[in-house]
């Protein structure tokens, strides 16, 4: 089977704190949702027609979070997922960090997403281990990731000097378990 063409999406972390310390926003996504339903993740979407990241990101932390980017320039580039070759729905989503803008206020649309909440990425990755909230393998790898920064400053400081390479995970099935790996992890290239 021909696996399908990736979607071009984007995706906002939108991170708190300055340079005293690191928060970032997770929304629920609608457990009705077709995909990804009830999971925790940056808010995010695929790009309509000829929309471009940027704005595509802009617009969707709008429309799941309530909150409006001023400057979709500002956007700093953090990380690009594509969605494994063996999923029927696939993305190619460009995380991006962007600073909470003063005054905003985060808030879930009741549609696609139904709850908002903020994180230190070490307090999502315990609610995700305790089972208290549902997160998938790209919100995991991206709060682990931002785990390592003391603030929300420093994280965004340090994406501005990094080159985002696309990161593809692969399902592999080996003695009957079925798993994903991520590149440079045993297994990917079997």
């Known amino acids: 089977m021909t696996p399908a063409?990736?979607?071009?999406?984007?995706?906002?972390i939108l991170?708190?704190?300055g340079d005293d310390r690191i928060e970032l926003l997770l929304v629920r996504r609608n457990p009705a949702a077709r995909f990804m339903g009830g999971a925790w993740v940056?808010?995010?979407g695929a790009l309509d027609g000829d929309e471009d990241a940027r704005a595509a990101a802009v617009r969707e932390v709008a429309e799941e979070a309530g909150v409006a980017l001023p400057d979709p320039s500002a956007l700093v580039p953090f990380s690009r997922w594509i969605t494994p070759e063996a999923v029927r729905i696939r993305f190619d989503?460009?995380?991006f960090l962007a600073p909470m803008p003063e005054g905003a206020e985060a808030r879930p649309d009741g549609g696609e997403t139904v709850d908002a909440r903020w994180f230190t990425p070490g307090n999502a990755l315990a609610a995700g281990e305790a089972g208290e909230i549902e997160l998938v393998l790209p919100t995991i790898k991206t709060l682990e990731a931002l785990a390592a920064f003391p603030t929300a400053d420093a994280a965004i400081a340090e994406a501005r000097t990094r080159d985002v390479e696309a990161i593809l995970p692969r399902v592999v099935s080996a003695e009957g378990e079925v798993r994903?790996?991520?590149p440079g992890e045993p297994g990917y290239h079997d």
Request: hydrophobic share 50%; net charge positive; no cysteine.
């Open 93 to 95: 989503t460009l995380f």
């Open 5 to 12: 063409t990736p979607r071009p999406a984007a995706t906002v």
């Open 42 to 44: 940056f808010p995010g």
């Open 180 to 182: 994903v790996v991520l």
């Open 15 to 17: 991170l708190r704190g």
